[in-house]
């Protein structure tokens, strides 16, 4: 489906963007892409990125039985018409969850009905992002950054000191989430942020768990870093690369490079 200048995919091919929008005085080029991987049947993940709204966001939805793209879709659409009507993106993200609890209340299901997000959202030369369970944001300037923190156990063990980042990576309930959206409760939920400024150079990667479960910090980096490629072709490797390391998960991801 294809909304103006924005996009998302529930299926396993990868479409391609526009290759840049103007905003103000700040060039954006990206590329985006999902696959189902090589386990599963249904992808779950969606993506939603438009230059000229400024938005771009990951979700990774879960549930089963269709209720994980049924989840993710909510949020993203939910986002994408708060963020239209004016709402910041950390009201857009609140509302999406008690959009996704309200719906699930209201047709009564018994199964879970959740979804991560991991959202960016820029206004002339600064940007906000905002995220709820384990899909990632990433800052690319001169070295990968990931300006995100996972709601999920093993991350909360590392934290107090109970886990290292190597034990957290092999830790068997390392997808067990805190926080994620349709399941925390409203009054409950805790969505991280942070807001910086644009600068010349810079570039993010929003992921789904598909991606870093897959491949490492380090290859991330090593294909963000290649300006030989354009944006999609980033993405492109990252998929193929997410492929290669097993695929065990639906993969979905965006990347935005300012110039």
């Not at 696959?35 to 990951?58: K, P, Q």
């Not at 068997?172 to 807001?195: C, D, K, S, W, Y």
């Not at 690369?241 to 639906?250: I, K, M, Q, S, V």
Request: hydrophobic share 40%; proline share 2%; glycine share 10%.
């Amino acid at each position: 489906m294809i909304r103006g200048e924005g996009f998302r995919d529930n299926n396993h091919d990868i479409r391609h963007a526009p290759p840049t929008r103007r905003t103000r005085q700040v060039m954006i080029e990206f590329g985006h892409g999902t696959h189902v991987g090589l386990r599963r049947l249904r992808n779950e993940d969606t993506y939603y990125a438009d230059a000229s709204l400024g938005l771009f966001l990951v979700a990774d939805g879960m549930g089963g039985h269709q209720h994980g793209e049924v989840a993710s879709a909510m949020v993203r659409d939910t986002v994408v018409d708060l963020v239209t009507r004016g709402h910041s993106l950390v009201e857009a993200v609140q509302g999406a969850g008690e959009r996704l609890l309200a719906h699930a209340r209201e047709s009564r299901e018994m199964l879970p009905m959740g979804t991560t997000i991991a959202a960016l959202r820029v206004t002339g030369d600064g940007y906000e992002v905002a995220w709820v369970g384990d899909s990632r944001i990433y800052r690319w300037k001169a070295e990968l950054q990931q300006i995100s923190h996972d709601h999920s156990l093993v991350q909360a063990l590392v934290e107090s000191g109970q886990l290292d980042a190597a034990q957290a990576s092999k830790h068997p309930q390392r997808n067990v989430l805190t926080q994620a959206l349709g399941v925390t409760a409203a009054e409950q939920l805790h969505i991280g942020m942070a807001r910086g400024r644009l600068e010349a150079g810079m570039a993010f990667v929003l992921c789904t768990d598909g991606l870093t479960e897959s491949i490492n910090d380090a290859a991330i980096a090593r294909t963000v870093a290649r300006t030989d490629l354009a944006s999609q072709e980033c993405v492109d490797q990252l998929l193929l690369g997410a492929l290669d390391g097993g695929g065990d998960d639906n993969i979905t991801v965006v990347m935005l490079r300012y110039t």
